[in-house]
């Protein structure tokens, strides 16, 4: 049992197992509004969304009940932390001990190589997730209190502010935050609370680590790329927003508000999934940015989903290493393996793979068996629909419900692939032990 239970497979069977549990509940009695009941492919996709931290929906938020909404804060606060982090937490505070295993699942999950230390990686996902959470809960409670009251604020604080920094994108309102793009306190807030989600624990640690050492020692390479990858993406897609959206998306906008509405529409595609503008009104050019912006994602190791901004560094890095006419890459005065390299290109291959055929598939589904979906745009908003669910995003044009059962299922499959990875269920499903590392007799193709 041991040494078939890898923790690649535990992870996976984990979300597997809360996936299950959550579209049980969630056809449970109570769970929503009277003649509101889910169909079972609905509850699937609801707690599959909720799971895998994505905010895609088939249902809106006013059909369930505080107890169902709960039930969905549940699913996403465990698929944003880790089911067995979260686990582990639990056993190491009422003073239990962490087997070896434990220790290198914890470690898998939130680093990407080992650390030297368990604990201060779990102390920090605890801390952080509780504490900002937290903080965002009181400040949106308090930014919302007086217009709905003290009550009704603080519950809808803590819904957003868990659901914002888990990277779900649930929200309580149907048209998600269109009504307070006006009001910088709630924007910002939101904003900052995706952020530092998809930051991802291990650069958090090493910056607390710095932070308090009296010698102040640097910050890792991961903690670094990750920083600056952020920093650009945010930047960026800021301008590219404003200036796509111009004339389409932030029509309606003006001033501080446009550029707050344009900042928010750049983070929140890093598996955020809220929105202060209506994307079903963007242009072409900003639904197909948008897309590259969702595909990319957010940090290893965070409760974003996505490529992650580190594969993209590293081969943006490779790239300009090759175009400079070196043979290895080093960056910030550090060489990165070949070994990495490969798994970066690996990982894109493998997401723009996964992509392009649950597309075509989508399409093919939704044409063949009489699906509402027409126009010119219909294979954009597809391809929109599909990266949202891959990158566990939760942007939509607005056609999620009206997409047939068979395509819905496919989201719901990238979804899943989307949160635990498409490197490790492959890993997770490989029954035969890795063979060694043999060097075999070398030959060149030719590339581009």
Same mark, same amino acid.
């Given at each position: 049992m041991k040494r078939w239970l890898t923790p690649a497979r535990a992870f996976v069977a984990s979300f597997l197992l809360a996936i299950l549990v959550g579209t049980v509940l969630l056809q449970l009695p109570g769970v929503t509004q009277? =003649?509101?009941?889910?169909?079972?492919?609905?509850?699937?996709?609801?707690?599959?969304?909720?799971?895998?931290?994505?905010? !895609?929906?088939?249902?809106?938020?006013?059909? &369930?009940?505080?107890? =169902?909404?709960?039930? /969905?804060?549940? #699913?996403?606060?465990?698929?944003?932390?880790? /089911?067995?982090? &979260?686990?582990?937490?639990?056993?190491?505070?009422?003073?239990?001990?962490?087997? %070896?295993?434990?220790r290198g699942l914890v470690q898998s999950t939130l680093a990407e190589g080992p650390w030297e230390d368990f604990w201060p990686l779990l102390r920090m996902a605890a801390v952080v997730t509780l504490g900002v959470e937290?903080?965002?809960?009181?400040?949106?409670? !308090? @930014?919302?209190? +007086?217009?709905?009251?003290?009550?009704? @604020?603080?519950?809808? =604080?803590? &819904?957003?502010?868990?659901?914002? %920094?888990?990277?779900?994108?649930?929200?309580?309102?149907?048209?998600?935050?269109? +009504?307070?793009?006006?009001?910088?306190?709630?924007?910002?807030?939101?904003?900052?609370?995706?952020? /530092?989600?998809? !930051?991802?624990?291990?650069?958090?640690?090493?910056? %607390?680590?710095?932070?308090r050492s009296p010698r102040r020692r640097p910050l890792t390479l991961h903690t670094r790329l990750v920083f600056v990858t952020t920093a650009a993406l945010i930047i960026l897609g800021t301008l590219g927003v404003y200036g796509f959206e111009w004339h389409a998306g932030l029509v309606g906008t003006h001033g501080v508000e446009r550029f707050g509405a344009a900042f928010f529409q750049a983070v929140t595609p890093r598996t955020a999934g809220f929105s202060t503008v209506d994307y079903g009104r963007f242009s072409a050019a900003g639904l197909l940015f948008t /897309?590259?912006?969702? %595909?990319?994602?957010?940090? +290893?190791?965070?409760?974003?989903?996505?490529?992650?901004?580190?594969?993209?560094?590293?081969?943006?890095? @490779? @790239?300009?290493?090759?175009?400079?006419?070196?043979?290895?890459?080093?960056?910030?005065?550090?060489t990165l393996p070949d070994g990495l390299l490969a798994t970066a290109a690996t990982l894109m291959g493998a997401g723009l793979g996964l992509v392009l055929m649950a597309t075509? #598939?989508?399409?093919?589904?939704?044409?063949?068996?009489?699906?509402?979906?027409?126009?010119?745009?219909?294979f954009l908003k597809v391809l929109f629909e599909v990266v949202s669910a891959f990158g566990t995003v939760g942007l939509s044009t607005g056609i999620t419900a009206q997409l047939l059962v068979p395509s819905r299922l496919v989201l719901v499959a990238l979804m899943f692939l989307g949160r635990v990875g498409p490197l490790t269920f492959g890993l997770a499903l490989s029954w035969r032990p890795t063979p060694g590392d043999w060097q075999q007799p070398e030959e060149s193709v030719m590339i581009g």
């Open positions: 009277p =003649g509101k009941d889910l169909a079972w492919h609905e509850a699937l996709f609801t707690a599959t969304s909720a799971v895998c931290v994505t905010g !895609l929906v088939v249902r809106s938020p006013r059909d &369930f009940t505080f107890r =169902g909404q709960v039930i /969905i804060l549940t #699913l996403f606060q465990l698929g944003g932390l880790g /089911i067995l982090t &979260f686990g582990f937490f639990l056993v190491v505070l009422v003073g239990g001990r962490m087997s %070896f295993f434990g937290a903080v965002g809960a009181g400040i949106l409670a !308090l @930014a919302w209190a +007086p217009t709905m009251g003290v009550k009704s @604020a603080l519950g809808w =604080g803590v &819904f957003h502010s868990v659901s914002a %920094f888990c990277n779900a994108g649930f929200g309580l309102h149907p048209d998600s935050l269109m +009504p307070w793009r006006g009001n910088l306190v709630v924007v910002l807030t939101v904003a900052g609370l995706i952020i /530092i989600g998809g !930051l991802g624990f291990l650069p958090l640690t090493d910056l %607390f680590e710095r932070w /897309i590259m912006l969702m %595909f990319i994602g957010a940090s +290893p190791g965070s409760t974003g989903g996505g490529v992650k901004t580190t594969t993209l560094g590293v081969l943006v890095a @490779a @790239a300009v290493s090759r175009a400079r006419g070196h043979r290895r890459v080093n960056l910030w005065n550090r075509l #598939l989508v399409v093919h589904l939704e044409t063949q068996l009489g699906g509402v979906l027409g126009g010119d745009d219909a």
